[in-house]
């Protein structure tokens, strides 16, 4: 490599990617000068790009390598990146009006610009796919701002003036994802990174159109061997672009059918047209030959008039169905005499109108090297010219596979090229599952979700976070976050099923699990709570859950009593409540017992209507048929019945109407609520736990109390 240059500004190295060569230009601009160090230029030995598209990535790549090789050599220096420009095959292009508004008056920066152009490619992407080609993805080529507004008046130029609104209506234009694809894989198989990408008769205005003539409506047509690309200017910007899959190929096939050579021996016919009277060439017969430049033009003509007509008819389809003032012709295609002419006459104006740009406007273009300035020059040296205006204040990232541009403010970071790239924020961070909902008693409750895994950041294969700073061509991966598992709960975690169920159960105090139904269904504490369930916690249980918690198995002869009260299965027990069990045999007896005192009592009152007997009496003992018979024959004698008088709580009570009682017949004579539980009941006679069916005494001491 020869030595190192001392080069003042930003070194730059633009490739052309042409159909039929590669022109690789290296320089630098300084001040409104560019300094070309160095230019060469490869032709494709097969055809491996037709039409301004890739065909075989390998041998392209290959070729640019050598390309980047001799500039490497001639430049002194290492080439590591490069700009480029895409022919318009399957051009499409939008123009759309965005308006940017702000909160409250303030001064337009230039970041607001930027922000305000971003929105209008964006909206200008969404009109077109959703017209077409919505399976196809495309990647925007080139944009140009028609005309800015501060608010909603036209302005040349909004940044430092004070607003509350901007807008601008803007022409973008996109390509097809593949074909951008070869174009970078192809530069990545010779060892370079993209710095910029351009549309290529962007890149030619450069050259071709200066600014101050950008007032003019002009037509620019870039004629290379497989495309002609075209743009429109007027008011100072471009206002259209399009392309014709028609160009010197078109003419280069024909020279071969006509002169029996093979496409590179008619290619070198092509360019001898213009440069004298007679042609000279072998034929694949190996034969000389000879053939004036005016016979070949004449075969040409058709297809020089059909290539010029098909120019014109975009420019004027472009241009709103009028002639445009005048027509910039770069490329090779376009040197072939004859074209501007037949160019001029399709669209409608004066021959002197329709003209070859090259090294008439070159004069700010200073070559290190001697090379012949002409039109082909035009667009390897505008596409190094545009990225200085590309590359003002932006920088170029690839965001998971996605190349993207940014306005660099000196703190852009992993999240700003995220929100370029239009990766949703929430995949940047850990996301919580979705949240479980449901209802106890009635009530709505819910259960968050689990956070997720935060997103996997990598910058250059090295890992980072989401507020990682980013460079120009940094190649950024981002994995997206995960969603963590759904809210969950199982029955036995609600605070309503963690408290219990007291209750007296014979002598002891049990303490018994809640229950719970979700949906109407009894379910067990390991239940998962599913979304919407409907679930009841039960403030009781029934006897059977009781007998079932405890494990126990009631032989058939015993019965269940609740709250002294005989029960089944089914019946709801709540907190302390009393739960006995006794024997069937023993309950039937205090049963018929009840029910001899009941008929007892009947009789008794009976004979004391009628004024049988006095209390005093001794009772005899009782045969009801006597019973019948004395009461009508002795209407004056009473029942007898035998008055206990026992202590309860720390007072006498009399119990009277039978001549024996038992310790629940207490109740009857006392005022003691049992339907109102306050506690654990505890019932003593003579200090001895109480058992219901035992005989009362006369002086027995009872007592009866709730007990917390």
Not at 388 to 406: C, G, H, M, S
Not at 414 to 427: G, I, R
Not at 446 to 466: D, F, H, T, Y
Not at 497 to 518: G, M, P, T
């Amino acid at each position: 490599m020869a030595k190192v240059k001392k080069i003042s500004g930003k070194t730059v190295f633009g490739l052309d990617i042409g159909t039929r060569s590669i022109v690789g230009t290296v320089g630098y601009k300084k001040g409104d000068e560019f300094y070309c160090l160095a230019q060469r230029v490869r032709e494709h030995e097969t055809r491996s790009m037709l039409d301004g598209q890739i065909h075989d990535i390998g041998l392209v790549g290959e070729t640019i390598a050598e390309v980047k090789e001799e500039l490497e050599k001639a430049a002194g220096m290492e080439l590591k990146e490069v700009c480029i420009a895409a022919a318009g095959r399957v051009l499409r292009t939008v123009t759309v009006h965005s308006v940017l508004e702000f909160q409250e008056s303030r001064e337009v920066t230039v970041e607001d610009i930027y922000n305000l152009r971003s929105m209008a490619i964006e909206k200008a992407y969404e009109e077109f796919t959703s017209e077409e080609d919505a399976a196809m993805s495309f990647y925007c080529v080139g944009n140009s701002v028609i005309r800015y507004y501060m608010n909603k008046y036209p302005i040349g130029n909004p940044e430092g003036h004070k607003a509350s609104s901007i807008g601008a209506d803007l022409i973008a234009t996109f390509l097809p994802e593949d074909v951008i694809d070869g174009l970078y894989k192809a530069v990545e198989l010779a060892g370079l990174r993209v710095a910029s990408l351009t549309l290529e008769p962007i890149a030619a205005i450069q050259v071709a159109i200066p600014k101050n003539y950008r007032m003019l409506n002009l037509a620019l047509v870039d004629v290379g061997a497989g495309t002609s690309d075209i743009c429109i200017t007027e008011d100072g910007s471009i206002t259209a672009y399009g392309m014709i899959p028609l160009a010197g190929d078109s003419l280069t096939e024909i020279i071969a059918k006509e002169c029996l050579v093979d496409f590179a021996g008619a290619e070198a016919i092509k360019r001898q047209l213009g440069e004298g009277d007679e042609v000279t060439y072998q034929d694949i017969i190996g034969l000389p030959q000879t053939m004036k430049s005016a016979d070949m033009l004449k075969i040409l003509e058709p297809a020089i008039t059909r290539l010029a007509g098909e120019a014109a008819e975009k420019i004027l389809e472009l241009n709103g169905n009028k002639p445009v003032s005048a027509v910039f012709v770069v490329g090779g295609g376009g040197k072939i005499p004859g074209y501007t002419d037949k160019l001029a006459e399709k669209i409608g104006i004066q021959s002197q109108r329709s003209a070859l740009r090259g090294g008439e406007v070159m004069g700010n273009i200073i070559f290190s090297e001697n090379v012949e300035k002409d039109s082909t020059l035009v667009t390897p040296l505008g596409i190094c010219l545009n990225y200085y205006e590309q590359n003002n204040n932006f920088i170029i990232v690839t965001f998971n596979e996605k190349r993207i541009k940014l306005y660099d403010n000196d703190k852009l970071s992993v999240v700003d090229a995220a929100m370029q790239a239009d990766f949703s924020n929430e995949l940047l961070f850990p996301r919580r599952g979705k949240e479980l909902r449901f209802t106890v008693n009635r009530k709505a409750r819910s259960v968050k979700g689990q956070l997720g895994e935060a997103a996997v950041i990598k910058i250059g294969g090295r890992e980072a976070n989401i507020y990682a700073p980013i460079h120009e061509n940094d190649v950024i991966r981002v994995k997206e976050s995960t969603e963590g598992a759904q809210g969950s709960m199982v029955i036995s975690s609600l605070p309503e099923f963690r408290d219990i169920i007291s209750v007296q159960v014979q002598e002891k105090r049990i303490d018994v699990v809640k229950y719970a139904r979700v949906n109407g269904v009894y379910q067990l504490p390991s239940y998962q709570i599913q979304q919407g369930d409907d679930i009841e916690v039960l403030d009781y249980c029934t006897v059977a859950q009781l007998l079932e918690f405890m494990d126990i198995l009631l032989p058939e002869d015993k019965v269940i009593l609740v709250n002294h009260k005989l029960a089944d299965r089914e019946t709801k027990v709540y907190e302390n409540y009393l739960v006995s069990f006794v024997d069937r045999s023993e309950l039937e007896a205090a049963e018929a017992e009840k029910l001899r005192a009941r008929e007892e009592e009947k009789r008794r009152n009976l004979y004391e209507s009628a004024g049988v007997l006095e209390e005093d009496e001794e009772e005899e003992p009782w045969d009801e048929a006597e019973d019948e018979e004395e009461v009508a024959e002795e209407p004056e004698k009473k029942v007898i019945s035998i008055p206990v008088t026992i202590m309860v709580n720390g007072g006498p009570v009399v119990l009277t109407g039978k001549t024996e009682y038992v310790f629940v017949d207490v109740f009857n004579f006392i005022d003691f609520d049992l339907s109102s539980p306050r506690g654990a009941l505890v019932t003593t006679i003579n200090g001895e736990p109480a058992k219901h069916l035992q005989a009362l005494q006369e002086g027995d001491v009872l007592d009866i109390h709730w007990e917390n």
